[in-house]
């Protein structure tokens, strides 16, 4: 693997000296940013939809199987002991890049969706009732709406939204009005796919612990791009996804309370999460296996665990930073442009833009810019309820990671001029 | 596939007259107490459609369009609603599985479709298909009397 460390200086803006990454390096790392597509170099700003994959993560999974392809937690020879290590090594490996309670507090799931629905099922069915509140945003992914949605029509509970102002940012001007008695559980999104909002995660998880509810974080969108530490935000559950932090698909985690994951009922039934089965009743296996039924996604954990190295290696703090001046340059050239709206807040957000072009439709504007090799997201983002509250159809949106240079936004917006031209 | 082989060019996509009519939609309007009226909608994208026809003795003697959509979609629309001006509804469906055939597969016939052959670039960009016949999902609805919501899905 090559070392990315070396860090450059790039622009100054308003006196600090903001640093990106060393990009020339970071990208040898990635095979697919080499190719060429529409006979353009490839300009990935999709990353908030998946993120692209570094070799080392390619050959870890190589390695496993053609190494020490075999299952988990049952092989008594050596290539199965070695798969069950390098498994239980990605979840250490976890565990220690969130801060998590303990090893066994990470469950492995094939994603963000599966560990809310984790929660929804095992937690939401035997522990929500009538009367009960289940206490969301308006700027939730689908993800986190639809499995409360579900628990609520099956509980009896009902669910409520706390309102989010034009700009992305969330109104608690009157908490009281939100968290009661009535309140159990709070799930909220760490940072907005839309707007790029950075919600303030711990204020709500002490508002939440005042009226004794629980909090679970869709962390989706900040463990892959800052520094994230489960314990630090007072949360009971955090959920994220692999693919979207260099991993593969696959394989996600939910990180959960470790007396909270002792006491849930089982999410599916299967092999691995028993301990006990005879025709009449069957016993559990403990935490985190309970909820890991069948043959897990192995080589995809795996990866994950490579992943986790490849980003500790460049440092997850100068990821953030990266971002974070990528994003500032995203803001001021694109605003630069009349006819470019730009959605969120200027302050609290990550490295994402979404963003709308006046007389020229989401689906018309990445149609064109594909043309040119530059990939961006367009549509409704699985958040239409956000689509209605600022009333448009669809945004554009591009979104930044550790490999995406400020000439990069360049041709973004070079390519927005251009589609201005050609549709109006 | 590889899709290094796909050659769709983005001028087979957007004709001069789809950028005309995506700037200047006709029909694009409500007809007042229309007796048939039907809306769409493509998850996908969040476009939304309501379509409005007269239907009197068999024979579409108005129709028009109202709503929000890309530049494939309103232009379809638009030429979708001067195509279908007087014609009967068997003619209508007929004209749809022609149109259709050509957006998804590219077979047409030029003659029988007129100024809807502008379209015929679609069939090279699969994800915008949807795009070119919400209009035509949504206005067969009416034809078939079903009052909900079209979708692209």
């Known amino acids: ?424 | 596939m590889s899709y290094d082989s796909f050659k769709g060019d983005l001028r087979d996509l957007y004709q001069e007259l789809i950028l005309d009519h995506n700037q200047n939609p006709h029909n694009f309007r409500e007809i007042e107490g229309a007796n048939h009226k039907s809306e769409g909608f493509n998850p996908l994208c969040g476009d939304r459609m309501t379509a409005y026809i007269n239907i009197d003795a068999d024979v579409i003697e108005d129709i028009s369009f109202l709503g929000t959509g890309c530049a494939i979609s309103k232009a379809s629309a638009s030429i979708m609603t001067t195509i279908l001006k007087g014609k009967t509804v068997k003619e209508a469906r007929e004209i749809f599985k022609k149109f259709h055939r050509m957006v998804t597969t590219g077979d047409a016939d030029i003659q029988d479709l007129g100024k809807l052959a502008a379209l015929a670039g679609v069939h090279k960009f699969p994800a915008r298909v949807k795009c070119a016949t919400l209009a035509w999902h949504t206005v067969k609805n009416s034809l078939d009397g079903i009052s909900v919501v079209a979708t692209t899905e």
């Open chain 1, 1 to 424: 693997m090559t070392l990315a460390v070396a860090r450059m200086p790039a622009v100054s803006r308003g006196g600090n000296n903001i640093r990106l990454l060393d990009t020339d390096t970071i990208r040898k790392d990635f095979p697919l940013l080499s190719r060429k597509v529409r006979g353009k170099p490839l300009t990935y700003l999709d990353n908030a939809a998946t993120s692209q994959k570094p070799q080392a993560v390619i050959n870890k999974i190589t390695e496993f199987y053609q190494q020490y392809n075999a299952n988990v937690h049952r092989a008594i020879y050596a290539i199965g002991e070695q798969a069950t290590l390098e498994y239980e090594s990605a979840r250490e490996k976890v565990a220690r890049f969130i801060n998590a309670w303990d090893t066994n507090s990470v469950v492995f799931t094939k994603g963000t969706t599966e560990s809310i629905n984790l929660v929804a099922y095992s937690w939401g069915r035997h522990n929500l009732g009538p009367g009960d509140e289940i206490l969301i945003t308006e700027m939730e992914h689908h993800s986190n709406i639809i499995p409360w949605q579900l628990a609520a029509r099956a509980t009896g509970a009902t669910l409520r939204y706390i309102p989010i102002r034009q700009n992305g940012t969330l109104t608690l001007d009157d908490p009281g009005e939100y968290f009661t008695d009535k309140t159990k559980l709070v799930a909220l999104i760490h940072q907005s796919n839309v707007f790029g909002t950075i919600n303030p995660v711990r204020e709500i998880a002490r508002l939440a612990k005042d009226v004794n509810a629980l909090v679970l974080v869709d962390a989706a969108q900040s463990v892959p791009h800052s520094p994230v530490d489960v314990r630090a935000l007072g949360c009971d559950f955090l959920a994220f996804s692999g693919h979207k932090m260099l991993g593969p698909s696959g394989v996600g985690v939910l990180c959960a309370r470790p007396e909270l994951l002792a006491a849930m009922e089982p999410f599916m039934g299967g092999g691995e999460m028993i301990n006990s089965v005879t025709m009449e009743e069957s016993t559990w296996n403990e935490p985190p296996w309970k909820f890991e039924a069948g043959t897990p996604n192995i080589a995809q954990a795996i990866g994950l665990g490579a992943a986790i190295d490849y980003l500790e290696t460049i440092s997850i703090d100068a990821i953030e930073e990266h971002e974070r001046a990528l994003t500032q340059y995203a803001l001021d050239t694109l605003s630069a442009i009349p006819e470019v709206t730009i959605y969120g807040s200027e302050v609290n957000r990550g490295g994402l833009v979404s963003f709308n072009v006046e007389n020229v439709h989401p689906h018309d504007l990445a149609q064109i810019l594909d043309q040119k090799g530059i990939a961006i997201r367009a549509g409704h983002h699985c958040a239409q309820p956000i689509m209605q509250k600022l009333d448009v159809p669809a945004t554009a949106r591009a979104s930044f990671y550790l490999y995406n240079t400020p000439a990069e936004i360049d041709v973004l917006c070079d390519g927005i001029m251009e589609s201005i031209n050609f549709l109006t």
